[in-house]
């Protein structure tokens, strides 16, 4: 066995981790704070409120989520459906 093989990979050290989630913790700070600064040509009064964007595809994926695990009960298949 090489020595490579046992190298652990970048998403296997924690620290690595943190750092990616910093990052992304930054990100969505920044477009947040952007949401104020830049000018935006709105269609609906609605668009107006701050952090609507951001409210908004939360929203969007909580319900996605949701949806999907009801669906699932539905969809699913028993454990022995392919031993039939």
């Known amino acids: 066995m090489s020595d490579e093989q046992n190298k652990p990979d970048f998403f296997d050290k924690p620290?690595?981790?943190d750092k990616i989630l910093k990052?992304?913790?930054l990100i969505c700070t920044?477009?947040?704070?952007?949401d104020f600064i830049v000018?935006?040509?709105i269609y609906h009064?609605?668009?107006n409120i701050p952090a609507?964007?951001?409210i908004y595809g939360f929203i969007g994926c909580v319900l996605l989520v949701l949806i999907a695990k009801a669906m699932r009960k539905v969809l699913m298949r028993g454990d022995d459906y392919y031993d039939k």
Not at 30 to 34: D, F, G, W
Request: aromatic content about 24%.
């Open 23 to 25: 990052v992304f913790y």
């Open 39 to 41: 000018h935006r040509h």
């Open 45 to 47: 009064d609605w668009e």
């Open 15 to 17: 620290e690595n981790i």
């Open 52 to 54: 609507f964007y951001a």
């Open 30 to 34: 920044l477009l947040v704070v952007a």
